[in-house]
């Protein structure tokens, strides 16, 4: 049958989680510092321990989220010498760093060490509508791959335990480089009489189109070789005076279109103006 799981934390995150492997028939034991919030848990079939240590001692596999890196120290720091000979998964936001240290407090403790990171709501627990990365140790993973794969889109990302929180960072990086640049374009829009609302339901139309821009200059970056992806830069650079000018007139902030061209520039003077916009990757490192 299902394996043994423990769950420390029961807030929306850990509730969810808990409640997911309490459905897919795992024996659930369950901690949380406010021991209220485990009456729900414990009315739908699962153990609620006392203390954060006993509920380690129930499981091989133990699964944390707590709020931040903090608690999750302190609450380790009370189960001690319990967490030898199981594994512990980590499923807490937080940097690399926090879990490249939580990985040694864990290996000082002879435990196994996973990290992962939650991207999607609790709702989206138990689907694929979540995805989580993790990372860490492979032996672990190897152990704990299906039951962990309960909890939604999982995937692993290497021993290093800090390549979760990577991903994490990247992928929530992304979502606000993109959003912060269609807000810009809104108030374009709405500066020049549009309908912001028509105007998102035809852009959602025509970003279809960046999925596949995306894959090809992700693999230019990975070859050094930049073709040229949206034209020439050179023809790029033209057309980025005009969308600068555009914005200017109509009274939209225009900062980061301004750093867009400057950098154009720049590579350009360098003798890189026939190829592609990816070729501004190699002028974004702080050296
Ligand atoms: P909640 O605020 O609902 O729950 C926080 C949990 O942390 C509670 O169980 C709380 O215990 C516990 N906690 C906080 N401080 C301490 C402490 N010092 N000692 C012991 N326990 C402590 O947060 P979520 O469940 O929503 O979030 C959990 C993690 O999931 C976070 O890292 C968050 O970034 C991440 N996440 C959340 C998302 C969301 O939409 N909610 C989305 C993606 C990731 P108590 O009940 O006693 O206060």
Redesign the pocket.
């Known amino acids: 049958g299902a394996g043994r799981v423990t769950v420390l934390?029961?807030?929306?995150?850990?509730s969810a989680i808990a409640r997911t492997f309490l459905d897919r028939g795992h024996p659930t034991t369950v901690w949380?510092?406010?021991a209220a919030?485990a009456a729900p848990l414990a009315e739908a079939g699962a153990t609620a321990a006392a203390t954060a240590a006993e509920a380690v001692a129930a499981a091989p596999l133990v699964v944390v989220?707590?709020?931040?890196g903090?608690?999750v120290e302190?609450?380790l720091a009370s189960v001690g010498t319990a967490i030898e000979g199981k594994v512990l998964v980590n499923?807490?936001?937080?940097s690399p760093a926090q879990a490249r240290a939580t990985e040694r407090w864990a290996a000082e403790h002879g435990a196994g060490y996973l990290d992962g990171?939650?991207?999607?709501?609790?709702p989206y627990i138990g689907t694929d509508n979540i995805l989580i990365p993790v990372s860490g140790s492979g032996d672990a993973w190897a152990a704990h791959e299906t039951t962990l794969k309960e909890l939604g889109g999982v995937a692993y990302h290497g021993a290093d335990a800090g390549a979760a929180a990577v991903e994490f960072n990247a992928q929530v990086a992304m979502g606000y480089e993109m959003l912060i640049g269609f807000l810009h374009v809104l108030k374009l829009v709405r500066a020049e009489g549009g309908d912001v609302a028509a105007f998102g339901e035809r852009l959602a139309g025509s970003v279809a189109a960046y999925p596949p821009l995306l894959t090809a200059m992700a693999k230019a970056v990975a070859n050094g070789d930049y073709p040229p992806d949206l034209g020439p830069l050179r023809v790029q650079a033209a057309l980025m005076d005009d969308l600068i000018a555009h914005r200017e007139t109509a009274g939209v902030e225009s900062v980061r279109m301004r750093q867009v061209k400057d950098l154009m520039d720049r590579r350009i003077a360098d003798g890189h103006g026939e190829e592609g916009f990816s070729g501004l990757f190699e002028l974004l490192g702080k050296d």
């Open positions: 934390g029961l807030g929306a995150m850990g949380n510092r406010t919030k989220c707590l709020l931040d903090a608690a302190e609450v499923l807490t936001s937080g990171k939650l991207m999607g709501d609790p």
